[in-house]
């Protein structure tokens, strides 16, 4: 990225998770100018244009194949608040389940099911009711140790589960339990496959919509196309938006059949629905990730940015950090809790004079980088110098001097990974610095 007066910087923040593929990448503004002299815009009530239905097909060849049915529309806000009336229409039940710490949107439906900040909602209440909210294994909310053992925490957090669906409400009066598979803005956590795995049975067990929101997690971010396929299930439900057309917007959820056909006729639509400019886009970034190996790219890089986030702290045992964690690009480093108030603003505040583009997140001190799934060797690298500078500058600006134990090791959260890389090695996903 150039400023008007020709700064450069190095970008990991990708527009929030959306310019997977850089910006200006030449093939997607070769197509986008061509559909651009062909049709702009043209709405869905009259029929199909052609960049939509060549979408359709390439989306057909990477979407988890039993959800075959699709609704589009432009923002994840919006494919959010379209699930919630998909379920409701599917099942007959109003309410909803999500994951303390969520964030799934801005909209009226989707500030009643983000707990992630309390901004979001503040001065709207009262909020949309039939909402229960239900803790997931993140331990800075749990208030239990880093180092926890996360089989027993994933245990609590399903038994609280079991008590909060009878407590809050019946099972019987839920639609749908919507969760992202990699807790986003409030805080890049990982969630573990065997929490995942114990919503699904649960929703299975009640007849209840299981809903992965893989609108930050989806499209190659963490090393797969969406998360699903890498924690091995089949949700009813998945939702899709911010990187699918690299930058113009477009969203949707993908369904199974029968919940489309449940779907009362006219419930679900939008001006802008399949944009042809979106969609042009959005061809041709599934075909540019499979001519670029861009999923190989992201496992390669992905490795070299956490073994060199790692690197860092053991060269650096002094600084305040706790935790360096994530799945394929999509990359939090957490403070410790005696870290000064505000380091993690400063630090993006340090990096970015420094010419590097990150970004924080969440109610606690929390960094993520969202490079574009296409980013070099040699600009990770530079990407790391530049934050390590940063970083160093942020806790000498907060006044910060360690006087505790130092960081002796970095230690996997469990002893067996529970995600696996695209060629089938076991990779962690947090890494604890033990003091
Ligand atoms: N769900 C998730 C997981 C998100 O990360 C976001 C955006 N950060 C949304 C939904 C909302 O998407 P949008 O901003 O396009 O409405």
């Not at 690197?311 to 360096?324: G, K, M």
Request: charged share 20%.
């Amino acid at each position: 990225m150039y400023t008007e007066d020709g700064k450069r910087y190095l970008d990991l923040t990708s527009g929030i998770g959306v310019t997977n593929l850089g910006h200006c990448h030449p093939r997607l503004v070769k197509v986008v100018q061509t559909q651009a002299a062909t049709l702009w815009h043209g709405q869905l009530g009259m029929g199909t244009h052609k960049a939509l239905a060549d979408l359709i097909d390439d989306l057909s060849t990477v979407m988890p194949k039993h959800l075959t049915n699709l609704f589009f529309c432009s923002t994840g806000a919006e494919a959010v608040e379209g699930a919630l009336r998909l379920a409701r229409n599917a099942t007959g039940r109003q309410n909803v389940i999500a994951v303390q710490g969520a964030y799934h949107g801005r909209t009226n439906a989707c500030m009643a099911i983000t707990t992630s900040k309390y901004s979001y909602h503040i001065g709207c209440k009262p909020l949309m009711p039939g909402v229960t909210i239900v803790p997931c294994p993140f331990t800075s909310q749990l208030k239990v140790s880093p180092n926890s053992n996360m089989d027993e925490e994933v245990k609590r957090c399903l038994g609280i589960f079991d008590d909060l669906i009878f407590q809050t409400t019946n099972p019987k009066e839920v639609a749908m339990v919507i969760v992202e598979p990699v807790l986003g803005e409030g805080g890049y956590v990982p969630l573990p496959k065997a929490y995942l795995e114990g919503l699904t049975k649960r929703c299975k067990d009640h007849g209840i919509l299981f809903v992965l929101d893989e609108v930050q997690t989806g499209y190659g971010r963490t090393g797969s196309m969406f998360m699903a396929e890498q924690i091995g299930i089949e949700p009813d439900m998945m939702l899709f938006a911010k990187g699918v057309a690299n930058g113009l917007p477009l969203a949707g959820v993908a369904m199974r059949p029968d919940i489309a056909k449940a779907s009362i006729p006219g419930t679900q639509g939008g001006t802008y629905s399949g944009n042809a400019l979106s969609c042009a886009s959005a061809s041709e970034v599934i075909k540019v990730f499979r001519d670029e190996r861009i999923l190989e790219n992201v496992a390669l890089r992905s490795a070299q940015l956490m073994n060199g986030l790692q690197d860092i702290v053991r060269r650096n045992p002094e600084l305040p950090l706790q935790e360096i964690r994530g799945r394929g690009l999509m990359i939090g480093i957490q403070f410790s809790d005696n870290a000064p108030s505000g380091i993690s603003g400063e630090t993006v505040a340090q990096c970015l004079e420094r010419g590097l583009m990150i970004l924080n997140t969440s109610k606690f001190e929390i960094l993520r980088l969202i490079p574009p799934l296409n980013v070099t060797a040699d600009q990770c690298a530079e990407a790391l110098k530049l934050f390590e500078e940063g970083l160093k500058a942020a806790v000498a600006a907060k006044g910060y001097v360690h006087n505790g134990p130092k960081v002796a090791s970095m230690k996997p959260c469990c002893a067996t990974p529970c995600y696996k890389n695209l060629d089938g090695t076991p990779q962690a996903c947090r890494f604890i610095c033990q003091r």
